[in-house]
């Protein structure tokens, strides 16, 4: 594998739904407010 073209990631916090098996949908991988 090579490495991922510089700027081609986003990296941001979601929500622990996604930890969870019974959570579906598109929402849990919505980006957290960002902490101030």
Do not use: C, R, T
């Not at 594998?1 to 991988?29: E, F, H, Q, T």
């Amino acid at each position: 594998m090579a490495p991922p073209v510089v700027g081609s990631l986003d990296m941001y916090a979601v929500s622990k739904a996604v930890d969870n098996v019974k959570s579906n949908g598109p929402g849990v991988l919505e980006p957290l407010p960002a902490e101030g």
